[in-house]
């Protein structure tokens, strides 16, 4: 066939013509890429030749590229821009994708070419980088079960075939919960929210057609509902909406696909041979263990814990004076935080986002790429999917490096949450290849665009995420920029975050949306001192999802996962005014996929590792120091997964680090 997904790319730095593509071409051009991998796949699996690392590893390295356009095309417009055709297709593709991925790894003649070249690794004088490739590819093939026979190798084809299946509707019905539900205001009900947040308001009403302002189950529009609407009743309803996102009943109930996701997860881990699905993939992680992992989060809940619990004191006391009896409550804490904030730290949210502009917080994170890593990024006038998408070529010495999509605002098509991803990993096998990275966030779409400080920080840690693609300098595409350990994976972009809080780019980006005056002194430091402020909350609210998911990985799979969310949350003693920040009926991260599975904690484990590498640049003097930068990128930025992480993070920083770093970092250290 000949639609624009399988033709050359002859467009600038090949991108994909969007402009040329419409839905009725993927299904097609998936069936004919597909077809096209799996004749690949058997052309290696039956090569008369002897097994090397030519003819079958790097051959499987070869092998896709068709299937790799058609999907990364299909998957960043579907995830950004569904609409019920790209769903359907999706839920079409998903079981079809795994299914070709059980047939590849349980390719038994496959996996013995595989076996061959890894028993003469010794002999084989592979780079490195090579000998990482070859380990990844046996190990990959080993723990999707290519040793399996008979009765269990039919099995786990099976469970991954239904775990895609699941993951995909898990992921559209939570997607369809927050489209439907908004709530309606009147002009009455706007009372004491500032104009940003009407502003939202009043837009995503337009987007709904509602005839007046809503709040949705955006997370950029009910945060601050939730910080300064003084309406209790309808702080509870807004609340009580977005907490039961994935469980109202009828066909977007997400807590039954959440009991089968982890039966199957455990029947898998098991016919693998492996205690649990934590023990299966924690295995290839950092953390290594379950109790590992347990040891790390719990060190953490204990003084956060006993913080919120001290600040819920507080809330309640001001609650009270306010008139409203009885216990603080979930839809209570933003709305009193928010109040303490003001006068503790004499920071008002409404007069500090008119300095924090989207397009400068933008080009603030580009300056600072800039003065580390000596990048330099140029608009680009080029097809895209949405009208709210733009691109960016970036540069080097002159060089092209990379191009980079920016997707910013929330819209009803897009699934929530912030995110990066490669429409082309970087690679110099079979052919040099520059990538093409995407950040998607869901900030609130206003004129002027503003975010909040928390916003700010999401856009640099998605612009770090990036930089790890964008930087990543390795010859296979399998181990290029964040093809990583997942608990090393959130570093770059944890660590990134840290160049916000950097007084001076504040001084020079965080300028009036409307004077075009910088931040006053005063109001900087005072931003900075409370960078902390709520911790306690920030803290129980995703160690506790951490643990949930922990627990549901490592003990036996639950018929009940909510039961057993509530059993975990009781015995840490979860204070009754906070809740988890990802529930299990909306807990995408771990349910829409395994990526996170059993591996929420990851980001914690990370910032670990964050807190202690920005503390390099601390004791050098300059958060912009061209030595420290120069190691940032050859250790870590650079490097993919060529090297396990530990020994690159040891390069990087002589030792691996403690926790003390991250609670001294969030404000939590005795």
């Not at 016919?271 to 790390?296: I, R």
């Not at 972009?493 to 002194?521: N, R």
Request: overall charge negative; some cysteine; proline content about 4%.
């Amino acid at each position: 066939m000949t639609t624009a997904l399988l033709s050359d790319w002859t467009g600038p730095f090949a991108l994909a013509p969007f402009d040329q593509i419409n839905d009725d071409d993927f299904e097609p051009a998936f069936a004919e890429a597909l077809a096209a991998h799996k004749a690949e796949i058997a052309a290696i699996a039956e090569n008369a030749d002897a097994p090397s690392f030519a003819n079958t590893v790097e051959a499987l390295e070869a092998a896709g590229e068709a299937l790799d356009k058609v999907l990364s095309v299909f998957y960043t417009i579907a995830g950004a821009d569904s609409n019920p055709k790209r769903e359907a297709l999706m839920r079409d593709f998903s079981p079809q994708l795994a299914a070709h991925s059980a047939e590849i790894s349980s390719n038994k003649a496959l996996f013995a070419r595989i076996a061959d070249v890894w028993e003469q690794r010794e002999t084989l004088d592979l780079s490195e980088e090579q000998q990482r490739v070859l380990m990844l590819t046996h190990r990959g093939f080993v723990r999707g079960g290519a040793a399996l026979e008979g009765d269990a190798d039919a099995r786990i084809k099976e469970i991954k075939s239904r775990l895609a299946v699941l993951g995909t509707e898990f992921t559209q019905n939570l997607l369809a919960d927050e489209r439907e539900w908004f709530m309606p205001l009147s002009e009455d009900d706007l009372e004491g929210l500032p104009d940003f947040v009407i502003g939202t308001a009043r837009a995503a009403g337009e987007e709904k057609e509602a005839g007046g302002p809503v709040v949705t189950l955006s997370r950029s529009l009910i945060t601050p509902f939730l910080q300064f609407s003084p309406r209790r009743d309808l702080r509870e309803k807004a609340f009580e909406a977005w907490a039961a996102r994935g469980a109202n009943g009828g066909e977007t109930d997400n807590r039954a696909i959440a009991a089968e996701i982890l039966a199957l997860r455990e029947e898998r881990a098991k016919l693998l041979g492996y205690d649990s699905f934590a023990d299966y993939k924690l295995e290839t992680e950092m953390a290594k263990t379950p109790d590992a992992v347990d040891d790390l989060l719990m060190s953490v809940w204990q003084p956060a814990k006993a913080q919120a619990e001290a600040d819920a004191d507080v809330l309640t006391a001001m609650m009270h004076d306010d008139g409203v009896n009885g216990d603080l409550a979930p839809w209570d804490w933003r709305y009193y935080a928010e109040k303490r904030r003001k006068a503790e730290h004499d920071l008002d949210e409404a007069a500090i986002k008119p300095y924090f502009q989207l397009d400068r917080m933008i080009e603030a994170s580009f300056d600072c790429a800039s003065r580390l890593f000596g990048l330099q990024f140029k608009p680009l006038d080029v097809p895209l999917y949405h009208a709210d998408c733009r691109a960016w070529e970036v540069t080097r010495d002159g060089q092209h490096v990379a191009v980079f999509i920016g997707d910013y605002f929330a819209r009803g098509s897009k699934r929530s949450g912030a995110w990066c991803s490669a429409m082309r990993s970087q690679a110099k096998f079979p052919e040099v290849q520059t990538p093409v990275v995407i950040n998607v966030c869901n900030f609130a779409k206003s004129e002027p665009a503003l975010l909040s400080y928390d916003d700010a920080r999401t856009l640099f840690h998605e612009f770090g995420h990036a930089l790890h693609q964008m930087l990543s300098n390795v010859t296979y595409e399998s181990i290029s920029g964040t093809s990583v350990a997942r608990d090393f994976v959130e570093l770059p972009s944890q660590l990134y975050e840290h160049w916000l809080e950097v007084p001076e780019v504040l001084a020079e980006f965080a300028t009036h949306a409307e004077t075009g005056e910088a931040m006053p002194q005063e109001m900087l430091d005072k931003v900075l001192k409370a960078a902390n402020f709520d911790m306690g909350f920030a803290t129980v609210e995703y160690v506790a999802s951490a643990l949930v998911d922990l627990a549901f990985h490592k003990d036996a799979a639950p018929a009940d996962p909510m039961a057993k969310q509530a059993e975990v949350l009781e015995v840490l003693g979860m204070p009754a005014a906070i809740t988890m920040r990802h529930a299990t009926p909306h807990f995408a991260h771990v349910f829409a996929g395994d990526g996170y599975s059993s591996g929420y904690y990851s980001y914690m484990w990370s910032e670990v590792m964050d807190a202690d590498a920005f503390a390099a640049f601390e004791e050098a003097g300059d958060a912009f120091d061209p030595e420290r930068a120069k190691a940032l990128e050859a250790h870590i930025l650079s490097t993919g997964g060529s090297v396990e992480a530990d020994a690159l993070y040891k390069r990087f920083r002589g030792r691996l680090p403690g926790v003390e770093a991250l609670l001294k970092g969030r404000g939590l250290a005795a």
